[in-house]
């Protein structure tokens, strides 16, 4: 049984930096991609970054260079560090995963399991 747990949402203030993990289970996790998006109210949820089976990593220009993904297979997680939030990152994010595909790694509906999602609020 697939399940993506995320977790290391909370409060930081503009600048400051959080670090995401989804805890994989129920699969291998360098066999599938795994995805980040976010969803902020009344807004689509949007792909901000991926990692794909072969370990290469894509990102959204809305946070590339301030997000960097990551994946420890001993671990079963994959994490996403974000540093120079902006108030604008706030949003509910969500871990997925899928398998192989041949579309874009960062389109929510390729993915078919997804986390609860973890909160981020970025403010002062």
């Known amino acids: 049984q697939v399940q993506l747990v995320e977790s290391g949402g909370g409060l930081v203030q503009p600048g400051g930096s959080l670090r995401l993990s989804c805890a994989a289970s129920?699969?291998?996790?360098?066999?599938?991609?795994i995805g980040w998006f976010r969803q902020a109210p009344g807004k689509e949820r949007e792909g901000i970054s991926c990692?794909?089976?072969?370990?290469?990593?894509y990102y959204a220009d809305s946070v590339k260079g301030r997000f960097t993904t990551s994946r420890d297979n001993a671990k079963h997680t994959v994490y996403l560090q974000m540093n120079s939030l902006k108030p604008e990152d706030t949003a509910v994010y969500y871990c997925a995963t899928r398998g192989a595909h041949g579309s874009g790694c960062l389109v929510p509906g390729t993915y078919d399991y997804w986390g609860q999602g973890t909160q981020v609020t970025v403010s002062s």
């Open positions: 990692i794909r089976r072969d370990g290469s990593t």
């Open positions: 129920g699969f291998t996790l360098d066999r599938n991609a």
